[in-house]
């Protein structure tokens, strides 16, 4: 079975532009996560969909990062305006909840975001 | 708020020698601990500890879990190149799916 699939695996950009991260979940699981990842503040939670439903985005920074899950498979990560302060990798990932895996999350292979 | 801290922030070892990470954690109704390790891309699932006391084994690598002082540990004996990574440590609480985790300890072995 395939893995969290991301897409852009890299992405520069200039500031001010809008920068849209895709993901497709594991399928079957039915939890999804943004996470993002910096050397200064290691990996942080940005929002998380259960059942397609957003249910915690206290992690979104501002109202420049939004996030849509229009159905069990595909996911998009915003950002607009960017700016250099958002240069990350972005992680998706998902789980089942409920399943006998408890709460393990698997990741996908992250998108690399560099804001000029 | 749920918080994780690992430690050390960085180590570095020979081939051959022995590790200890530590994670301590303060969670409001604990539900499972979590490793992973992550090399170049994505972090990778290595355990998920859910009951004091009861060490899980991979390998060389292992690790237990202490609810009563609220941390853990992960062992990893006659180290290889191939474990120099960033080993995170991730909780999760009743009540939600999320994981939190802590920075991760970046771990180098020099041959």
């Known amino acids: 079975d395939a893995g969290v699939i991301q897409s852009p695996r890299h992405e520069v950009t200039e500031m001010g532009q809008e920068v849209t991260l895709r993901c497709k979940p594991i399928s079957g699981h039915n939890s999804l996560f943004w996470y993002r990842q910096t050397m200064m503040r290691g990996l942080e939670l940005l929002i998380y969909?259960?059942?397609?439903?957003?249910?915690?985005d206290s992690g979104m920074p501002e109202d420049r990062f939004s996030a849509k899950m229009p159905n069990a498979s595909f996911s998009t990560l915003k950002i607009q305006p960017s700016e250099p302060r958002d240069s990350a990798v972005y992680f998706c990932a998902s789980s089942l909840q409920g399943g006998n895996s408890g709460n393990t999350i698997y990741f996908g292979e992250g998108s690399w975001l560099t804001v000029v | 708020e749920d918080k994780v801290v690992q430690s050390p922030l960085s180590l570095v070892v020979h081939e051959g020698d022995t590790v200890t990470l530590n994670c301590s954690y303060e969670?409001?109704?604990?539900?499972?601990l979590l490793w992973y390790k992550q090399e170049k891309k994505a972090p990778t699932f290595l355990f998920m500890l859910t009951s004091s006391g009861i060490e899980k084994k991979s390998g060389r690598l292992s690790s237990i879990l202490d609810k009563k002082e609220l941390f853990s540990i992960l062992n990893i004996t006659a180290t290889q190149t191939g474990d120099s990574a960033i080993y995170l440590c991730?909780?999760?609480?009743?009540?939600?799916?999320?994981?939190?985790f802590g920075t991760g300890t970046r771990l180098t072995i020099i041959p």
């Open positions: 969670v409001t109704n604990f539900r499972s």
């Open positions: 991730a909780v999760s609480n009743f009540g939600n799916e999320k994981l939190t």
């Open positions: 969909f259960n059942n397609n439903v957003p249910i915690d």
